[in-house]
């Protein structure tokens, strides 16, 4: 079997970019590798630009780690940039001929494969999902690590302050972020970076870092000659018959946004075998917006975490002998995480909780007046150990004492990994109502109101009190998934046969329709 994986950035990627999901995408090819039948590649699309040719092109990554380069590649020029916010709503997100052309091309030269599997698809523009047009015995599987094709801002996260519910048909996009990148400067950034990497200087070294300002202000000058020398050559464009360049359509702008969803949504159930989201909360969110509840399967992404699951054991009680109780946070500092709504809900915590409780918190510092705010609290606690970051390696020695992990999201956060690392652990967490972390626990006492420093104070206080015990959270919660359990997952999903293309009147069934998935959300 022959499968072809996509994602914005590639998932050996010199500046880790990607998060959880190209952690996922590594482990995920790593273990497919090893098994003969399946043959992976890999391609992602976005990132690489050359200064002086704008036409999209695929080609074999040549920068960054040198690992399984035969089977790594890349589109580059291409006209969506990733990740998506550097493209905010653009309409060639949804299609631009020569990327899809490009990134068919590849499948022609390189395939045809069994099944293409897009872990996102930033970068891409939506009608490179139209596969089965030109393929249709291929499975196409698209698993939402976010909502890309309900949210131009990905995290259906409004103005940076609050969960988004309804877009008001576009309404709320146009004031969502507050301001736009310009993407010119963004494709120049991202066309010095490329020929800097091309020629081994990676990110990173003193010499990228240092060489990178010197070199955009050398090739913005050099650009900007280049452009004036080709408009000066251009010969004028002969009229075509039947054109009109004095009138253009009209509309008002946040029409583009509601033909986005739609056309996102339409092309996903039209042209996809099967949608896997990473948690049940994701499949519920997806079906409210318009993705087909047949296609929609829940796949709890493999972690190699898990294994730690079996050579760790709940703790007597969630509080310790002497009454106190030690809360752990990981991840980065920001709001759609909740990092700052929890420095709220602990400086608001009383006095007579806050002194029963050892603060934890490993992440990677953004500015000295965060740290200040931090600092602030171990005046009120029992005492308030940080880590500005960690790896993966280190995150036994940091939860060693931990008592109960934190996940305070305010976004429907589709399974943070922080939230596995810690459960997997057997460390029980507190969440918020919102995104699926919730689901590995299942225990509705460890669950509050997102945003809710009440809420969030009188469920720590109950725990401290020992109205919620050990028992009562792992006996209805969810062993994390390994990934030899996810692979199996994804092999029954892989090895279905595709479906025809749906909902196409004039549409020609070249394949027998594959059993449809039970759908998850009501």
């Keep these: 079997m022959k499968i072809l994986f996509y994602n914005w950035v590639d998932y050996l990627d010199d500046e880790k970019r990607g998060g959880g999901v190209s952690v996922y995408q590594k482990n995920v090819i790593h273990e497919l590798n090893a098994e003969e039948e399946r043959e992976c590649y890999f391609i992602s699309s976005g990132i690489s630009y050359d200064l002086f040719n704008n036409k999209p092109r695929w080609e074999r990554v040549k920068h960054g780690p040198t690992e ?22 653009h309409e060639v997100q949804l299609d631009e001929e020569e990327t899809t052309e490009a990134f068919f091309d ?52 409004f103005q940076e302050r609050e969960n988004c519910l309804d877009f008001d048909s576009g309404k709320k996009c146009e004031t969502c972020l507050p ?40 090739a913005g ?9 080709f408009k000066k050559g251009q010969k004028p464009t002969p009229k075509k018959e039947g054109s009109n360049k004095l009138l253009k359509r009209i509309e008002m702008s ?57 050579h760790t054991h709940p703790k007597p009680s969630i509080v310790k002998p002497d009454g106190s109780l030690t809360i752990a946070y990981l991840g980065y500092m920001r ?25 934890v918190i490993a992440s990677r510092l ?14 009120r606690f029992a005492s308030l150990l940080f880590a500005d970051g960690y790896t993966h390696e280190q995150l036994d020695t940091i939860l060693e004492e931990a008592d109960l992990g934190v ?12 939230a596995i690392e810690m459960h997997a652990r057997h460390i029980p967490l507190l969440t918020s109502d919102l995104g699926g972390a919730q689901e590995l626990g299942n225990c509705k006492n460890m669950v509050f109101k997102n945003g809710s420093t009440t809420d969030f104070a009188k469920k720590i206080g109950a725990i401290l009190d020992g109205k919620v015990s050990t028992e009562d959270y792992w006996k209805n919660a969810m062993a994390p998934h390994s990934m030899a359990e996810h692979l199996d997952e994804l092999h029954k999903v892989y090895d279905t046969k595709a479906r025809p293309i749906a909902y196409l009147p004039s549409a020609e069934p070249k394949a027998k329709p594959a059993k449809k998935a039970a759908a998850v959300a009501s």
């Design 254 to 310: 946040h029409r583009k946004y509601t033909r986005r969803r739609a056309q996102m949504v339409k092309t996903i159930n039209t042209y996809c075998d099967s949608v896997l989201c990473v948690s049940d909360r994701v499949g519920e969110v997806a079906a409210k917006f318009g993705i087909a509840p047949a296609l929609i399967q829940t796949s709890y992404i493999g972690t190699r975490h898990a294994e730690k699951f079996e």
């Design 221 to 229: 000058k050099a650009v900007r000659v280049s452009n004036r020398l």
């Design 106 to 157: 590849f499948i022609r030269k390189k395939g045809p494969f069994d099944v293409v599997h897009f872990n996102n698809l930033e970068g891409l523009p939506a009608s490179a999902l139209k596969i089965k047009e030109h393929w249709p015995e291929t499975r196409v599987i698209f698993s939402l690590h976010n909502y890309y094709p309900l949210c131009p801002q990905v995290n259906l996260w």
């Design 68 to 89: 399984n380069r035969r089977r790594r590649f890349e589109i580059v020029n291409s006209g969506v940039l990733s990740p998506a916010h550097h493209s905010f709503g």
């Design 366 to 379: 953004i500015d000295q007046p965060t740290m200040d705010r931090i600092t602030a609290l171990s005046e």
């Design 407 to 418: 996940i305070p999201v305010l976004w429907e956060d589709n399974l943070p990994q922080v």
């Design 179 to 218: 301001h736009h990148h310009d993407e010119r400067i963004v494709r120049l950034a991202n066309a010095v970076a490329f020929n800097l990497k091309k020629r081994g200087i990676r990110p990173g070294s003193r010499l990228f870092d240092r060489g990178f300002g010197p070199s955009m202000r050398l």
């Design 335 to 359: 709001r759609d995480k909740g990092f700052f709504f929890l420095l709220e809900a602990l400086e608001a915590l009383p006095q007579e909780l806050a002194e029963r409780i050892h603060v």
